[in-house]
């Protein structure tokens, strides 16, 4: 597995469900640090897999980490 980090300026958080994201600046100095960890990653690929496993092919997901450093399928 290869990781690659790129720029990104901006952050959208979930604020709570009545009043949906924000979106929120990142300082320069954090644009290129990774949002998820080694761990996070590995876990995250596992999960793809068992989804592409589960319909026979490669899937196009969206997903959000929450709080309790769960993984979602949305």
Not at 33 to 41: G, I, P, R
Request: a negative charge; charged letters at 30%; one cysteine or more.
């Amino acid at each position: 597995m290869e990781r690659t980090a790129w720029r990104d300026a901006a952050s959208l958080t979930v604020v709570d469900i009545a009043d949906a994201s924000r979106e929120t600046s990142i300082a320069p100095a954090r644009q290129t640090e990774s949002a998820l960890t080694d761990a996070q990653v590995v876990r995250l690929v596992a999960l793809g897999r068992r989804i592409e496993a589960h319909f026979g092919q490669p899937q196009d997901i969206e997903w959000c980490l929450d709080d309790d450093d769960a993984f979602h399928i949305v």
